[in-house]
């Protein structure tokens, strides 16, 4: 079957603007993850999703980024007046249902370049 | 808080060389425990895993044991491959939450 996928796989933008990432999850798993990946660094979690609503967002670094997932499955990662530091790659995980013993699936992420 | 200490890389092996890549972790409560690696231009993907004390997880020659009384989880193969050459990043999730928490990873190169 089909895996986490996201996109885009690269995104460019300047010093300043809006994006949004987008994260399709496997099919029927209720739980979603966002992290983050600076470049020789371990994924940083950002924020966990089971269902439709945030379970933690205690990685989110300040209130520039949001997420959502309305349906509770695609979920959107979004980026306000985006920073020289925000750029990293920015993985999407799902699991079948949260439990700390799940496996968590990754996605390719997308590399999201702030100039 | 709840941290994962793995050794620096990179590390650098000949093929069938025997490998251990240590990790240790700081923890409340029961954490379960990963190794995920990341092949050169493809993805996350778990490795194995152990979700309480004593477990070994083990996949493609690859075993890790759960120790407790140590706080470690150390990766280690009998004879590498070529193949193998990949970043290595342990990782857990705590008892209380489902986030995972990874070290900073463990570059591998192996040598025909």
């Known amino acids: 079957g089909a895996g986490v996928s996201q996109t885009p796989s690269n995104k460019v933008t300047e010093k300043g603007k809006y994006v949004e990432l987008r994260c399709d999850p496997i099919s029927g798993h209720t739980a979603l993850y966002w992290y983050r990946q600076s470049l020789g660094q371990g994924p940083e979690f950002l924020i966990y999703f089971q269902g439709t609503g945030a379970a933690d967002d205690s990685g989110l670094p300040n209130d520039r980024f949001f997420a959502v997932r309305p349906e509770g499955s695609v979920s959107t990662l979004k980026i306000q007046r985006t920073e020289r530091g925000d750029s990293a790659v920015y993985l999407c995980a799902s699991s079948p249902a949260g439990a700390r013993t799940d496996t968590q699936y990754f996605g390719p992420g997308t590399r999201l370049t702030v100039l | 808080g709840n941290s994962v200490t793995q050794m620096e890389g990179p590390v650098t092996l000949s093929e069938e060389a025997f490998l251990t890549i240590n990790c240790t972790y700081t923890a409340t409560g029961y954490p379960s425990l990963f190794w995920y690696v990341q092949y050169p231009g493809e993805g996350l993907q778990l490795l194995l895993k152990a979700t309480k004390a004593d477990d070994k997880g083990s996949n493609k020659g690859f075993e890790a044991t759960y120790r407790k009384e140590t706080t470690s989880f150390h990766l280690e193969k009998g004879s590498v491959q070529v193949s193998d050459s990949a970043v290595y990043f342990c990782?857990?999730?705590?008892?209380?939450?489902?986030?995972?928490?990874f070290g900073s990873g463990t570059r591998l190169s192996i040598r025909p």
């Open positions: 990782a857990l999730s705590e008892s209380s939450a489902s986030k995972i928490i």
